[in-house]
């Protein structure tokens, strides 16, 4: 007995050592954008994650704000729950997201383990920790999206397992998180309740889970028919190019013959090839599930060829397999390499003091005009009303937008800039030409970026 304890103790340390291996190489991956390329190195999303947590704290969740609308409550909450800590916006929401990676790789390690067992599990996990399409999203900060998923694949191990009370609270909490990953988790559950011999548990939790998903997105079929959303992110050349190591481990232990995978596994695989198949909304960014799915495989797929391989007298088997291997790693490092070097900051340190500058002189209650491309910083760092074409507090549509575009008309350009919310002031880094045309002889140029309406407005 004695003997037994000792072996299950060394085992519990080697799992809590590869799961410490597999966070710290995580959250180093994770800040080396940090350190490389300065306080702000993430993508056009970051903003409006930092105006939430910037705002004044009147409600539990407080007030949805674009990015985070009424159908993300329990971001909202988790995000509230952060604010109570004795730390800056910027701590908490870089904090939150590097946390939510490192999440996500140990929650798929739990969710492989009792299947592929600690090394394919482990190896999944660092191959998720590599992949540099995982780090793609990562740059492009969609910080929902790794909060559902942290959710999704908790829900996947809570259903495995048995665990009814927490299952129910994941079936509402995914469906109150994040819209995409919310169907991506119920087209899951109509695959397993097709195949899976547990029909009547499945089909309870996929009704509750499209009740809660129906209470806060009553309008997106009316929203899709309108316009059919698009993503930008990956499209299926890019994917593909970056997916080819994973590909070649699973034809060559041709994962087809492997028995012992999930059938939520493979029900979510096929979820995540299907949605980008079909073209169905947003489908640019269910690559990322992708290629959690095609990682999940390639742990089960590595775990095999390993385990066939000889290492006391190898064979042409072990040879080829140890090969393949090393090829598989280094395009996962090269590719994961040149993502780091080529996603680098949208805009400057010297951009950022600007725009503290501007925040500085324009008051909370005035609208700030601004290009699509600045909107997100301005909203993320000033306390102000952001407009920009086509978003926010936008006030005109398209059409108007082209008409003042192509005129030179001063009386016009007034008119138009009139119709906003008033006090207005135009800001712009990239020129105020391409934003409004040749700027007003009233409009008032308080900095070389910063320009105010007031005076055009008492005079028109």
Known sequence: ??????????????????????????????????????????????????????????????????????????????????????????????????????????????????????????????????????YKAYWYMLWKHAFAACLLFLALIALERRWTALLVFLDIALAWSHTTTAIIYLLTLGILFIVHAERKRIFIHGAITALAFVMVNASLVHQISVATPVAVFLDWSEYIVFSIPIFIVIITARIWRISNIPLSLWAFTAVSFAFPLLKLPFFERIFIYSDIALIALAGFAIERMVSQMNFETPTKRTYLHGAILCITLGLFLSSLWGEVRSSRPLISEEIFDGIAEISAIVPSEATILTTSDEAPWFEGWTSSHIAAPGMLRDTHNLDEWTTLWTSTSTEKQIEFLGEFPQPLYIASFNGFEDLIGTPAPCLLLLTPHLLSFDVCAQTN
């Open 1 to 134: 007995m004695s003997l037994f304890k000792r072996e299950l103790t060394i085992k519990h340390g080697f799992e809590i050592g590869v799961l410490a291996f597999i966070g710290v190489l995580s959250l180093a991956i994770h800040l080396l954008p940090f350190i490389l390329y300065g306080s702000h190195p993430l993508g056009y999303d970051t903003g409006f994650y930092r105006r939430y947590l910037i705002e004044p704290f009147l409600s539990f969740p407080n007030a949805a704000v674009p990015g985070l609308g009424e159908n993300a409550l329990i971001p909202r909450m988790f995000l509230d729950a952060l604010r109570l800590l004795p730390f800056s916006a910027d701590y908490i929401l870089y904090g939150s997201y590097i946390a939510l990676f490192v999440l996500l790789s140990v929650t798929l390690y739990f969710f492989l383990r009792s299947h592929v067992g600690i090394r394919g599990a482990a190896i999944a996990a660092l191959l998720l920790v590599l992949s540099s399409v995982q």
